[in-house]
């Protein structure tokens, strides 16, 4: 009898194992919904006028940036800081969020952070430095960078599988964006011409690393907002 029960304890730690990766993807996918949705909840709470101003603060940046992008930077290659921290300029907390992501056909809907380190990417998406913030309008490009997957959270796993066609959702501080994918591309860290800036156009581009898990190039899905 003791053996048998051995036995069924050692199953049991194996199945534990095993089980554990992905019953912590679900618990993440969980927290992660329930911190893009706080984002709304935060907004509602703020005055009209403290957001007027962080609007405007953040579309003088996206101006300034305009004609430059020498700020841009790959997530997982270049790691110097930044000269100036983008939560410092926007007045914003280190876990506060700038908004939120939604890919319906990934099932994931996650926080959008100001900036791209390595401590933004382990808690949700991040905004590319030297890219355009995520609040749409003419001529702004925003990359959006998240983990193409870590052990306890799917992030952009399955970015592979957006195809031409395909939405996702960019909620901001003033409203719901929705960009429609255009096209697939893979690229070496230093290939950073597709994501410059188009006149007149309100583009999004999605960008982890490629192929997984060796991730010496870059998968990036490109975006046009709908109007």
């Known amino acids: 009898m003791k053996k048998y029960k051995g036995i069924i304890l050692l199953f049991a730690a194996g ?4 089980a554990y990766p992905h019953i912590a993807q679900l618990v993440n996918r969980h927290l992660q919904q329930q911190q893009a949705e706080d984002f709304r909840t935060a907004l509602d709470g703020m005055p009209d006028a403290d957001i007027t101003e962080l609007l405007e603060r953040a579309r003088q940046y996206n101006d300034e940036i305009h004609d430059d992008l020498d700020g841009l930077r790959d997530p997982w290659g270049d790691q110097q800081a930044l ?5 410092e300029t926007m007045g914003f907390g280190d876990d506060d969020a700038f908004g939120a992501l939604e890919i319906p056909k990934l099932n994931l809907h996650t926080p959008i952070y100001l900036g791209s380190s390595d401590a933004v990417l382990d808690k949700g998406v991040g905004q590319v430095e030297g890219s355009s913030l995520p609040l749409g309008g003419a001529s702004t490009h925003t990359v959006l960078a998240g983990h193409r997957g870590m052990w306890t959270k799917t992030m952009f796993r399955h970015l592979d599988k957006l195809q031409p066609g395909d939405v996702f959702y960019i909620h901001t501080m003033d409203g719901k964006l929705t960009y429609r994918v255009t096209s697939q591309q893979i690229i070496y860290p230093d ?8 006149e007149g156009k309100d583009l999004a581009t999605l960008l982890t690393c490629h192929p997984y898990p060796q991730n010496y190039q870059r998968l990036l899905v490109h975006a046009e907002r709908e109007q």
């Open 191 to 198: 290939e950073t011409d597709s994501l410059e800036i188009r």
């Open 15 to 18: 199945f534990l194992i095993m």
């Open 83 to 87: 000269m100036v921290s983008y939560n």
